[in-house]
């Protein structure tokens, strides 16, 4: 299943109109008909519960089945039956900076925000300008610590893809030494 936005989650999605969760939220801004379950899943506890939300979604008019949609056309004779496509290579390479700063500064959804707009900046615009406009849109939402750590995990779940688990894992520390404790709501 690849969902995708309908008019109505575009709707959802203009400023001033709120009706979902911040994860459902997030589930929209995802949901372009090329992304599939798997990649919604670290917006969620399980993969159960993300299906779930999306057949929600889906099931509340605000996403499609974007393959359903499309008519399939039979596989040529001599195709075999599975058939996995290729994954697209980058447009260029990613340029992976290694630092190690030791930041000592106030920890705040504002810094954890700035950190974050900044990975969406240096390894998105280029490779994927949607997900980069998606992600930044969502982190000029985020209102609280859970919002921020939804949009992390997507960013991280999308680094982890282009560059690897030993750079999401960096980042992944970064954003913890960043953000504000649960009991605290520094700003």
Do not use: W
């Amino acid at each position: 299943m690849f969902p995708s936005k309908t008019d109505k989650a575009r709707d959802e999605l203009q400023g001033g109109q709120r009706t979902l969760s911040q994860r459902e939220r997030a589930l929209l801004l995802m949901a372009d008909g090329r992304r599939s379950l798997t990649d919604f899943s670290p917006l969620f506890a399980s993969r159960d519960e993300a299906e779930k939300t999306v057949r929600a979604l889906m099931n509340r008019g605000y996403l499609h089945d974007a393959q359903a949609a499309e008519p399939k056309a039979a596989p040529p004779a001599s195709a075999s039956p599975i058939h996995t496509p290729l994954p697209t290579p980058a447009a260029e390479p990613i340029r992976v900076e290694t630092s190690t700063d030791n930041f000592d500064g106030k920890r705040s959804l504002a810094t954890t925000r700035m950190f974050l707009f900044d990975i969406c900046e240096r390894m998105f615009v280029r490779r994927d300008p949607k997900f980069a406009l998606q992600m930044r849109d969502a982190l000029r939402e985020a209102r609280d610590r859970d919002a921020m750590l939804t949009i992390a995990a997507l960013m991280l779940n999308e680094v982890e893809k282009a560059a690897g688990a030993e750079r999401a894992e960096s980042l992944r520390e970064r954003i913890e030494r960043l953000l504000p404790p649960a009991s605290q709501t520094v700003h």
